[in-house]
């Protein structure tokens, strides 16, 4: 009965490979977002989704992709992963965008 | 100069202390204010949220806001071992553009037996 649930919980992948990171949430709420939490754990917004609509979408790479296909889901696409990539990435969710966001455990993604 | 600036610690306490972790911030639109706490390999969880200046208490924990001097709190009474974990500041302020919460770096808390 996990509220977000993320998969998968780690990631190790080449350099250069495209891979997906899904989040679904079960508090019934509207509003989904992805943070990205670095080596020195600063935790920063990279897109927000209100109602399956793109609300959010901070200077962040191209190659980064979200995509909302109900208000339940959110998921991530990356293509061509860099080094730099290698972070803990997070979801969360909130009822209405100025409601608390509740987070999810993390996708810990390593790039070799 | 980081908008939101938090002692990143290692903050260490015998076990029934009280706690006291703070945050300052530079923007003074930033009009709702969190504190979540984080374990280690877990997300945040959300321990308060608060939006006007002043005090609120749940259990333990109290959270002060004082936006005059852009300072805000957060103190734990009765420290366990279990509240050992990072803490990290979040504020918001309204734009046309969605919440986007700004976090501090957080502070390592350890509570000892």
């Known amino acids: 009965d996990t509220a977000v649930s993320q998969t998968p919980k780690y990631l190790v992948t080449q350099m250069g490979n495209d891979k997906s990171i899904k989040c679904e949430q079960n508090?019934?709420?509207?509003?989904m977002y992805w943070y990205k939490q670095d080596s020195k754990k600063f935790l920063k917004i990279m897109f927000s989704?209100?109602?399956?609509?793109?609300?959010i979408n901070e200077t962040v790479p191209n190659r980064f992709s979200p995509k909302s296909p109900d208000k339940a889901h959110l998921n991530l696409h990356i293509n061509s992963l860099e080094l730099g990539d290698s972070a803990v990435y997070f979801c969360?969710?909130?009822?209405?965008?100025?409601?608390?966001?509740?987070f999810g455990d993390g996708t810990r993604l390593s790039i070799l | 100069q980081k908008e939101v600036e938090q002692d990143p610690g290692p903050l260490s306490v015998p076990e029934g202390a009280i706690v006291s972790l703070n945050c300052t911030y530079s923007?003074?639109?930033?009009?709702?204010f969190m504190w979540y706490r984080q374990y280690s390999r877990k997300g945040p969880e959300l321990l308060m949220y608060?939006?006007?200046?002043g005090n609120k208490e749940d259990g333990r924990f109290t959270a002060q806001v004082d936006k005059s001097s852009k300072y805000i709190s957060l103190f734990i009474r009765d420290s366990q071992p279990s509240d050992s974990a990072t803490y990290l500041c979040?504020?918001?302020?309204?734009?046309?553009?969605?919440?986007?919460?700004?976090f501090g770096t957080g502070t390592q808390l350890k509570v000892e037996l």
């Open positions: 979040a504020m918001s302020k309204i734009t046309g553009g969605g919440n986007k919460l700004t």
């Open positions: 608060t939006y006007s200046s």
């Open positions: 969360a969710s909130s009822q209405g965008v100025w409601q608390p966001q509740h």
């Open positions: 923007n003074s639109a930033f009009q709702y």
């Open positions: 508090l019934g709420h509207d509003t």
């Open positions: 989704y209100n109602n399956k609509e793109l609300i």
